[in-house]
């Protein structure tokens, strides 16, 4: 029986993609399928891929043209047979026993969600900064801690998702939009009943300057869709009256001698401008982009 089935879109990531295969098919959870979607890549990564998967047969290799991450996702749950889903980014690795600590205490609790915390690195061979930690076992059930803790570990990527209770809510990734998982977890969270919390096992998340995200500022359609997605995050926590402070994501920083000296942030519907770690200016995105208001 397949315990998790593990979704990892590809595209044009040769340079990190064997690190990626080689930590998910070291698991020690052995019992579990690595369903690879290439997203019609161009450099090596298709090739890559299909020697791993002659080597290992619990890879199921999917081929499509260029489509995106979220098709990508998409089609990887309607293909998932585990009891779990989770996905990991193609730049990215997991700890050896991340699906088998995170599958144990899913089941224990018989959760929706299973998640842990992460690393942010540069490469297995730099040091890391802890970015998400557990400390204790928990499981939640409480609605507004629910949603809190979505809050503070806003990815899919640290998770695993019960594929029956994926399949009752039909909910699926938003196709053209960057950021999608921001608008993806809050509906599944809102409709889980359980989540677990899995301490002292992480997932390690490349700062991988070419991805998405890091280009999101440089390249108008990126930067669009991404405030449509954060449009679509504020209208949804305003929409169910959820007790939950808005997210801030720094945009730009400042540093001298390795200490903050100003700081841009965005957070939502407003900038905050930082000198020294003071805030000295405020100001609503309507005035000078646009409003999250509908």
Known sequence: MIKVSVIIPVYN????????????????????????????????????????????KRIVLIEQKNQGVSIARNNGIKAAKGEYIGFVDSDDWIDPDFYEKLYKTAKKFDADIALAGFYNAISKNKAEKIRKRFLREK??????KKMQLLEESGTVWTKIFKKEFLDITQIFFQEDVTYEDRIWLPQIYYK??????????????????????????????????SMEASKFHYNFIRKHKLNWKLPERSKF??????LPLMKLVDAENYWKFYICKIPLLKIKRKYFHHSFEE
């Open 139 to 144: 499981l939640i059930t409480n609605f507004n």
């Open 13 to 56: 990531v040769d340079k990190y993609l064997e690190e990626c295969l080689q930590s998910v098919c070291s698991q020690t959870l052995k019992d579990i399928e690595i369903i690879c979607i290439n997203d019609g890549s161009t450099d090596k990564s298709g090739q890559i891929l299909k020697d791993f998967a002659k080597k290992d």
């Open 253 to 258: 920083q400042i540093y001298l001698l390795g």
């Open 192 to 225: 889980a009943k359980k989540v677990c919390i899995v301490p002292k096992v992480y997932y390690h998340y490349r700062e991988n300057p070419s991805s998405i995200v890091h280009t999101t500022l440089t390249n108008p359609t990126f930067y669009k869709n």
